[in-house]
């Protein structure tokens, strides 16, 4: 089959108000609409009955996939198949290709590794915000308008970084659907800059020494709850992520080895995570396990034990002690211990990451393992406990008008 289309053709095809079709041979054919929406389309015969089966859109199918799939459809009805009623029946089986059926079938392959949250998020993402408008449609038809479309109604109501990470989990199917050969390309691809942009902006954090002994000062003089309390004083000291650290139970903590294991359902990089404890931190867990160490959390909620300390817990605390929260978040306290850490106690960038479980990787680009450097992250994190209680520290050499003893 000679073909009468280009790429170049169709690229410069121009809408004309009426629709109109431009012929490839063999029955295959451009449709454009008459608002500028193109397709491929092969019209045939089946049962004596004139029948049209639609591709794909353009441009997210390429005029060489249509051609190939055209070519598999002249097949099947070389077979005594008929293209278009196979395309329905595989629909209706449930094994055919709609975004809805391809999405489950990847979240349920990728999803064994993911944490309960992240499954919820992603979920969400799935059920809500993409299949209601286009879970039922063909996914090797979804155009990048079509997944737009989706993507501005979540801008619509303020959740701009919903949109982005929805935008992400969308690409995954499609990428998906490429690899299981039910789609031919990811539309999301078109859409790069299509997203309102975000203001970017940093949690709140305290980077400077004097600023830090105020906060010191401030969490150990604080009257609330003593679960609490405990909870900010120890996320400032060991600076986890919040939800790991209010989330943290008895049974993955080793006192006698002085260290807490995260296991990775628990983490973002889903890979365990080994914290040492300074004996800082091992005094408020010691001291905190008399109340708390007959439940399964160290931190438990205030309702109950059988659920942990509530997101807002540490940071109302943090407002009642005056900080508001454009000056202090509890995420903030690791920006506070990556600067201090770095710029006044010396300690290597790559041991700071390593604490703060980013991914650090070697000279091969693998990543480092959980163990790896825990002795050094073991003394690094005592060293950080005893600056912080140098902080705590009155000034010996203050006067009472602020002058030195030297001057």
Not at 384 to 403: F, I, T
């Amino acid at each position: 089959m000679a073909g009468g289309l280009t790429a170049l053709k169709l690229k410069t095809t121009k809408p004309t108000g009426k629709a109109f079709k431009l012929s490839d041979g063999g029955g295959l054919y451009f449709h454009m609409t008459a608002r500028g929406s193109g397709s491929f389309r092969y019209d045939y015969r089946s049962s004596g009955k004139r029948r049209t089966l639609t591709i794909g859109k353009f441009p997210d199918l390429s005029l060489a996939d249509a051609r190939r799939l055209h070519q598999e459809a002249r097949k099947d009805l070389a077979n005594g198949i008929d293209p278009a009623e196979k395309k329905l029946t595989q629909r209706k089986a449930g094994g055919g290709n709609t975004f809805s059926e391809i999405a489950h079938e990847w979240f349920a392959v990728k999803g064994q590794a993911w944490s309960e949250k992240h499954k919820q998020r992603v979920r969400r993402a799935i059920n809500f915000d993409l299949a209601r408008p286009i879970g039922n449609q063909d996914i090797s038809g979804i155009t990048a308008t079509d997944v737009l479309e989706c993507l501005r109604r979540i801008e619509r109501r303020g959740a701009l970084d919903t949109a982005k990470k929805t935008k992400q989990i969308a690409s995954q199917i499609f990428r998906y659907g490429v690899i299981t050969g039910k789609c031919q390309r990811d539309p999301t691809s078109d859409l790069q800059g299509a997203l309102t942009p975000q203001k970017k902006t940093h949690r709140a954090a305290i980077t400077d020494p004097e600023g830090l002994s105020g906060l010191l000062k401030a969490v150990d003089q604080y009257s609330g709850s003593y679960v609490v309390k405990t909870a900010t004083q120890f996320s400032i000291l060991v600076f986890q992520r919040p939800g790991e650290i209010r989330r943290m139970e008895w049974e993955e903590v080793d006192l006698a080895n002085a260290t807490w294991s995260i296991p990775s359902n628990k983490m973002k990089s889903a890979r365990d995570h080994i914290v040492p404890l300074s004996t800082q931190a091992l005094s408020l867990l010691t001291n905190i396990q008399q109340l708390t160490g007959h439940g399964k959390y160290v931190f438990p909620s205030a309702r109950g034990g059988s659920r942990p300390l509530s997101e807002n817990g540490v940071r109302t605390a943090l407002r009642t002690m005056g900080y508001t929260n454009e000056q202090v978040t509890p995420h903030g306290f690791r920006a506070t211990a990556r600067t201090l850490l770095d710029e006044k106690l010396g300690y290597s960038p790559d041991l700071i990451e390593h604490q703060l479980a980013h991914a650090v990787r070697d000279a091969t680009g693998r990543a480092y393992n959980r163990t790896t450097h825990l002795q050094g992250r073991q003394e690094m994190m005592q060293g950080w406990a005893d600056y912080l209680d140098s902080l705590r520290a009155p000034d010996d050499h203050a006067s009472p008008l602020g002058e030195t003893k030297d001057d």
